[in-house]
């Protein structure tokens, strides 16, 4: 069952420029993680950011999340065209193991030269 | 250097034959899932291990097996494979806890005709 949405579904920018995706989701969370996948490899983990976190930076990449409005946004700044992939949200509830992680269905990155 | 390991990476295959794709880990994790990856429904989890022997259920079980016998491998097995399981599927492992992050392998890539 999906938790997380994308919007939007996809985005096209020039490099040096900031990307901008943001998730929504539906009921309360201990977490919410983002993760890239390249074209049709795995996805590779970014940043984890706590439902008692507003805001967290790694490196070029700084992820915000509202808990009253429940959805989470991810900023990566001066991109680059190895940032082209999709980016997909993932949400942890309150309770439980990571078995219950569900992702959204992503956003679609475009940095062209 | 750590990492899932999925085999194949590409698979082309006839309705009712058979098939195992395995995946292998080597970071001593706990917990492993298979996911398969379809254009516009995201990630959703097939079958997920909390460890050796322990394995349940995810959203779309159905026509799928797995077993736990080891720690590091959690194959995936489609006794009767139909046209309708053709998908990219992932497996993942991580530490079980809801703020530990997946680590991905980098997908089989599965044809049914």
């Known amino acids: 069952s999906q938790q997380g949405e994308e919007d939007p579904q996809a985005l096209s920018i020039q490099e040096g420029e900031n990307a901008t995706m943001n998730c929504s989701y539906k009921?309360?969370?201990?977490?919410l993680q983002w993760y890239r996948q390249n074209s049709g490899r795995g996805l590779v983990h970014l940043i984890l950011i706590r439902s008692n976190e507003r805001e967290k930076h790694s490196g070029r990449l700084r992820v915000t999340l509202d808990t009253s409005k429940k959805s989470s946004s991810l900023l990566i700044t001066a991109s680059r065209a190895a940032d082209t992939a999709s980016y997909f949200c993932?949400?942890?509830?309150?309770?439980?193991?990571?078995?219950?992680?569900?992702f959204g269905t992503g956003t679609r990155l475009q940095v062209t030269l | 250097e750590a990492q899932v390991t999925q085999n194949p990476r590409y698979l082309i295959t006839v309705t009712g034959k058979k098939l195992t794709v395995t995946c292998s880990q080597n970071?001593?994790?706990?917990?492993m899932s298979w996911y398969r990856q379809d254009p516009g429904l995201g990630l959703r989890q097939i079958y997920y291990s909390m460890n050796v022997e322990v394995t349940d259920k995810g959203d779309v079980p159905e026509g799928y097996k797995v077993s736990r016998k080891e720690k590091r491998n959690f194959p995936l097995i489609l006794e009767s494979p139909s046209p309708n399981q053709t998908s990219l599927y992932f497996c993942?492992?991580?530490?079980?806890?809801?703020?530990?992050?997946?680590?991905f392998g980098n997908g089989t890539r599965l044809t049914v005709t």
């Open positions: 993942a492992s991580s530490s079980p806890g809801i703020v530990s992050p997946l680590h």
């Open positions: 993932a949400t942890a509830p309150l309770t439980g193991t990571a078995s219950k992680l569900t």
């Open positions: 009921t309360s969370i201990n977490n």
């Open positions: 970071m001593n994790h706990e917990y």
